[in-house]
């Protein structure tokens, strides 16, 4: 396989600043990809500046774009936006997410809603526009979570949301097949990064470490790689959830 599968091939990301979803920006540059970065707040303007001059120092092509993914309007921007820039869109990623660890019977509306507007109507409409906008011969991953194959309380709205997800992909696959587009989406056990942490306490943080057989929190490092399979030969897999969590949970 060539060091440069991804060649000439160009990636959206959403949420592609920092953490899983800059490590993926980095690495699929590395690949030979052009990069179209998505960022949210202008909290992140700055890991967003810093990782398209990281990708540049390293050779490759990126540019970062701000919008708010649960407007249905900017996720239009962002891929017709790569489009104008870079002719082409081959690739789209979405790492896009928020948790809310909450009991049941305390969860107010605005948080279904808001919970709901994150994790599953930008998720609906990344799909969509990717499926408009992507060449034949594409590919579309959703990062999701593996409490999608949990029994527990507490994270309703969190993988509630997320679950419509797979009934999306496998809909997006079934309607894009025919394009050779293949739609998967990833389950990361609990990440070590600061997304995982505000909504933990001490002690939930090491029943989740000791949870996985095989030891430890899921590392952003162990999910690019299939980031990238998927990206690149993994394209006869589709309209699946691969669950990456080192035994966590399966179904």
């Known amino acids: ?26 690495d699929l540059a590395g690949a030979g990809a052009r990069i179209a970065i998505n960022f949210n707040s202008d909290g992140t303007r700055a890991a967003a500046e810093e990782t398209v001059a ?8 990126a540019f970062a774009l701000q919008g708010d993914l649960t407007r249905v309007a900017e996720v239009e ?3 017709a936006e790569a489009k104008s820039r870079f002719g082409r869109v081959d690739v789209a990623v979405n790492t896009a997410g928020k948790v809310l660890k909450k009991p049941f019977v305390e969860t107010t509306e605005a948080e279904y ?4 507007a994150v994790n599953s109507k930008a998720a609906y409409f990344f799909i969509r526009e990717a499926g408009k906008t992507l060449e034949d011969g594409g590919r579309i991953i959703t990062i999701v979570t593996s409490l999608l194959a949990a029994f ?14 797979e009934h999306f992909t496998r809909a997006a696959a079934k309607e894009f097949g025919a394009r050779g587009i293949s739609v998967n989406n990833i389950g990361p056990g609990p990440m070590d990064t600061p997304f995982f942490y505000p909504a933990e306490t001490p002690d939930s943080v090491a029943y989740h470490t000791a949870a996985s057989a095989l030891g430890g929190l899921t590392r952003i ?6 980031v990238r399979f998927l990206a690149t030969q993994g ?7 691969l669950f990456a969590n ?4 399966t179904r």
């Open 77 to 79: 921007r962002l891929f």
């Open 246 to 249: 080192g035994g966590y949970t």
């Open 113 to 116: 809603d808001e919970m709901f």
């Open 235 to 241: 394209g006869w897999i589709t309209g699946q959830t």
């Open 1 to 26: 396989m060539s060091p440069q599968p991804l060649k000439d091939k160009v990636v959206v990301i959403g949420g592609g600043a920092k953490n899983l979803g800059g490590l993926i920006s980095r």
């Open 54 to 61: 990281a990708v540049k120092a390293a050779g490759g092509d």
């Open 221 to 226: 490092q162990e999910i690019v790689p299939i």
């Open 152 to 165: 527990t309380g507490l994270y309703s709205t969190y993988a509630g949301a997320k679950a419509p997800v």
